[in-house]
């Protein structure tokens, strides 16, 4: 079906935006940054999700999720870090939504003790409240920040 509908070809064309839009920010970053373009991070997250399962409509009802990207030379990249819990009904937060496996806050505290250097005590009390027992993910190279 998506071939007739249109969906692949429209799913193909947003792909390949998206990927000239990346090309374009590399481009640019490139030009801004000069050779600091090796050691720096670009941390971004969301949590937002789709519920799994299609609607009556044909659609899917905004749900739980999260994902995070960390860009940047350095980040020791290539690798997607998750505990994949399964699309299985009884896998699924309160039988929707692709449960989540990973504090969001684990790749920020990364980022922040370890590139920027902000004290722990200030990201447990201040910037990260709460996150004390959230290990940070291990995402930088040695001697990265």
């Known amino acids: 079906p998506a071939a007739l509908d249109g969906t692949a070809e429209h799913q193909g064309r947003a792909a390949a935006a998206v990927v000239g839009a990346l090309v374009a920010v590399d481009r640019h970053l490139t030009a801004e940054f000069g050779g600091h373009q090796h050691d720096g991070v670009g941390p971004g997250a969301t949590e937002f999700g789709r519920e799994v399962a299609v609607?009556?409509?044909?659609?899917?009802?905004?749900?739980?999720?999260?994902?995070?990207?960390?860009?940047?030379?350095?980040?020791?990249?290539?690798?997607?870090?998750?505990?994949?819990?399964?699309?299985?009904?009884?896998?699924?937060?309160?039988?929707?939504?692709?449960?989540?496996?990973?504090?969001?806050?684990?790749?920020?505290?990364s980022v922040l003790a370890d590139h920027l250097k902000i004290p722990r005590r200030a990201l447990d009390d201040s910037v990260l409240p709460g996150s004390a027992k959230v290990a940070a993910l291990d995402l930088l190279h040695s001697g990265a920040g």
Request: net charge positive.
């Open 55 to 109: 609607n009556g409509n044909q659609g899917t009802d905004h749900g739980s999720g999260g994902a995070a990207l960390v860009l940047g030379g350095a980040v020791k990249g290539g690798r997607v870090l998750t505990d994949w819990p399964g699309l299985a009904k009884k896998d699924r937060f309160e039988g929707r939504d692709l449960r989540v496996t990973t504090d969001l806050r684990a790749a920020l505290r």
